[in-house]
């Protein structure tokens, strides 16, 4: 019986008790801030690795751009005869 009257004692001491405070805990607030900006870059790390990725894509264009030149240069491929005579006209009819 007195384990029965010692856990009703200590269930009513319990109810007794004061309620804790529904406010954060000193510093918590502050912890979780920092905490969070810690975890995200604050945009520089963002804006170097976009502008990374921009450059490269810009020198493969420059690359693709700089070889459809060079081949478009080297080609020995003459006009056909009706766009030669054509173009013989066309100059011809300018240079008056």
């Known amino acids: 019986m007195k384990n029965r009257e010692e ?3 200590r269930l009513f001491r319990a109810a007794i008790a ?3 405070p529904k406010e954060m805990p000193f510093g918590f607030d502050t912890r979780i801030l920092a905490l969070v900006r810690a975890s995200s870059p604050n945009g ?3 804006i170097a690795l976009f502008a ?3 450059a490269v894509i810009a020198l493969a264009v420059i690359a693709l751009a700089s070889v ?3 081949r478009a240069s080297t080609s ?3 006009l056909p005869a009706e766009y030669t005579m054509a173009d ?3 100059q011809s009819s300018l240079g008056e």
């Open 7 to 9: 856990i009703l004692d």
């Open 44 to 46: 520089s790390p963002i």
């Open 88 to 90: 013989n006209a066309i």
């Open 68 to 70: 459809g030149v060079y």
């Open 52 to 54: 990374q990725r921009a």
């Open 18 to 20: 004061p309620v804790p």
């Open 76 to 78: 020995n491929d003459d």
